[in-house]
C-alpha cells in the first residue's frame, strides 16, 4: 500500500493529453512539494518534473505537473509511443520522516 | 557529466549481509543527500532511506521496512555512499539505486540487482 495514490493505468492516442493524478495528504503533498519520474523497464528513472512544476533541462514542454491541495498531477499533451512508460509521484512525508512514492501509473499509448 | 555507479549486488542467502555502494562523479559529492530507492520485481519504486550532507548533520532516514536492519553511510573524500544490509530477507529482493540532487532526488545511477534466495 503506498502512501501516495496513483491510478494503476491510464491510455491516450498519438497526440492526446492525458493527466496522471496523486493523492496525498497534508503531511506531504500539502506541506511538500513534488516530484515526478519517468521510469522505462531496464532503465534508471528520469526525473521529469521537481517542484510540483519545474522541468529540469532537456525534458519536453510536454510534460506539466500542478499541485493543488493534497493533490498532483501530471499532464502530457501531444502524446507520442516514446511516452509509453510508468509514471511515479513523490514527496517528502513530514509525518513518516521519509520520501513517499505513488504506487506508480503505466501509461499505454494505443 | 553528473553519474552515480551502484555496485556490489548479487546473490545471497537469507539473514546474511551485504554492502552496496555507490560512486559519484561530476558533481559535489559532499553537497547533497544521498538516498536508496528500490524496485522489487513486478512493484512500484519505494525509498529506502538516506544519509544528510555533513552541513545537515550526516543523518539518516530509513523505511520502516528496513529499520534496525540496514544502513547508509558516506565517504565525502571518496564520493562513495554505502548501503549496508544485513538480516536480509527474500522481499529484500530488488534492484537498488541510489539517487541525489539538490531537489532531493534528480539524478539516479542504473542500478544493482539484490537477490535473496536460498
Known amino acids: 500500500q503506498s502512501v501516495l495514490t496513483q491510478p494503476p493505468s491510464a491510455s491516450g492516442t498519438p497526440g492526446q493529453r492525458v493527466t496522471i493524478s496523486c493523492s496525498g495528504s497534508?503531511?506531504?503533498?500539502?506541506?511538500?512539494?513534488v516530484n515526478w519520474y519517468q521510469h522505462l523497464p531496464g532503465t534508471a528513472p528520469k526525473l521529469l518534473i521537481y517542484?510540483?512544476?519545474q522541468r529540469p533541462s532537456g525534458v519536453p514542454d510536454r510534460f506539466s505537473g500542478s499541485r493543488s491541495g493534497t493533490s498532483a498531477s501530471l499532464a502530457i499533451s501531444g502524446l507520442q509511443s516514446e511516452d509509453e512508460a510508468d509514471y511515479y509521484c513523490?514527496?517528502?512525508?513530514?509525518?513518516?520522516?521519509?520520501?513517499?512514492f505513488g504506487g506508480g501509473t503505466k501509461l499505454t499509448v494505443l | 557529466e553528473v553519474q552515480l555507479v551502484e555496485s556490489g549486488g548479487g546473490l545471497v542467502q537469507p539473514g546474511r549481509s551485504l554492502r552496496l555502494s555507490c560512486i559519484g562523479s561530476?558533481?559535489?559529492?559532499?553537497?547533497?543527500?544521498m538516498s536508496w530507492v528500490r524496485q522489487a520485481p513486478g512493484k512500484g519504486l519505494k525509498w529506502v532511506g538516506f544519509i544528510r550532507s555533513e552541513p545537515y548533520g550526516g543523518t539518516t532516514e530509513y523505511a520502516a521496512s528496513v529499520k534496525g536492519r540496514f544502513t547508509i553511510s558516506r565517504d565525502d573524500s571518496k564520493s562513495i555512499a554505502y548501503l549496508q544490509m544485513s538480516s536480509l530477507k527474500t522481499e529484500d529482493t530488488a534492484v537498488y539505486y541510489c539517487v541525489t540532487g539538490p531537489y532531493g532526488m534528480d539524478v539516479w545511477g542504473q542500478g544493482t540487482t539484490v537477490t535473496v534466495s536460498s
Open positions: 513523490a514527496s517528502w512525508d513530514d509525518s513518516l520522516n521519509n520520501w513517499v
Open positions: 517542484r510540483n512544476n
Open positions: 497534508s503531511s506531504n503533498i500539502e506541506s511538500n512539494t
Open positions: 561530476g558533481f559535489t559529492f559532499g553537497d547533497y543527500a
